[in-house]
């Protein structure tokens, strides 16, 4: 089994800033790729950020520049660090991570439980 868990959400202003962090836990050999998805009430998910087993990293346009997503593998945590936020980054945010686990000897594709984000104008 192995579990993601996201923190950091919250309500910010227009132009604010939150960090959110998502950890990994579990039966885990190896994590390759890690993202973060999100998804606007009555919208699909989307990719907003991802990062590779060594870091390099693809965005969604209209986050570039505002928006970093980073990663920590002795804790199997990922970071999005995001700033200058609008409304319209209003969405529960989720992690997810492509796994190898440990026993038994598989790949997983694991998702976290969703962590809300509201940006007020």
């Known amino acids: 089994q192995v579990q993601l868990v996201e923190s950091g959400g919250g309500l910010v202003q227009a132009g604010g800033s939150l960090r959110l962090s998502c950890v990994a836990s579990?039966?885990?050999?190896?994590?390759?790729?890690m993202g973060w998805y999100r998804q606007a009430p009555g919208k699909q998910r989307e990719l907003v950020a991802h990062?590779?087993?060594?870091?390099?990293?693809n965005y969604k346009d209209s986050v570039k520049g505002r928006f970093t997503i980073s990663r920590d593998n002795a804790k199997n945590t990922v970071y999005l660090q995001m700033n200058s936020l609008k409304p319209e980054d209003t969405a529960v945010y989720f992690c997810?991570?492509?796994?190898?686990?440990?026993?038994?000897?598989?790949?997983?594709?694991?998702w976290g439980q969703g962590t809300l984000v509201t940006v007020s104008s």
């Open positions: 997810n991570a492509d796994v190898m686990s440990l026993v038994p000897r598989r790949n997983l594709e694991v």
């Open positions: 579990g039966s885990i050999f190896s994590i390759n790729g």
């Open positions: 990062i590779t087993s060594g870091s390099s990293t």
